[in-house]
């Protein structure tokens, strides 16, 4: 069974940095594609960033320049390296692992106070 595991979340203050960290177990298989997405109370989900399993990145537009996506691939590990935070950055973030099919961890809560 596919199991992934957020963690790293918490309170900062506006400008402050957190590291949030991701593992995958539960499976022998190659995972693909790995990323983030944030979902913001009353809003939808949206996307943060992705990472291949080839290093390619792709970032939303919000949070360029201010967050790096990276992954080990030996530890089935994704990581979300967030610096300048805002109070709009403000969401649980839920990673993903792309096998033949999507999977999804639990979600941790960032809060950014200004």
């Known amino acids: 069974q596919v199991q992934l595991v957020e963690s790293g979340g918490g309170l900062v203050p506006d400008g402050g940095s957190l590291r949030l960290s991701c593992v995958v177990s539960?499976?022998?298989?190659?995972?693909?594609?790995m990323g983030w997405y944030r979902r913001a109370p009353g809003k939808q989900r949206d996307v943060v960033a992705s990472i291949t399993r080839e290093g390619s990145t792709n970032y939303a537009d919000s949070v360029k320049g201010r967050f790096t996506i990276s992954r080990d691939n030996a530890k089935n590990t994704v990581y979300l390296q967030m610096n300048s935070l805002k109070p709009e950055d403000t969401a649980e973030y839920l990673c993903y692992a792309d096998f033949i099919v999507r999977y999804w961890g639990q979600g941790t809560q960032v809060t950014v106070f200004s």
């Open positions: 539960g499976s022998t298989f190659r995972i693909n594609t």
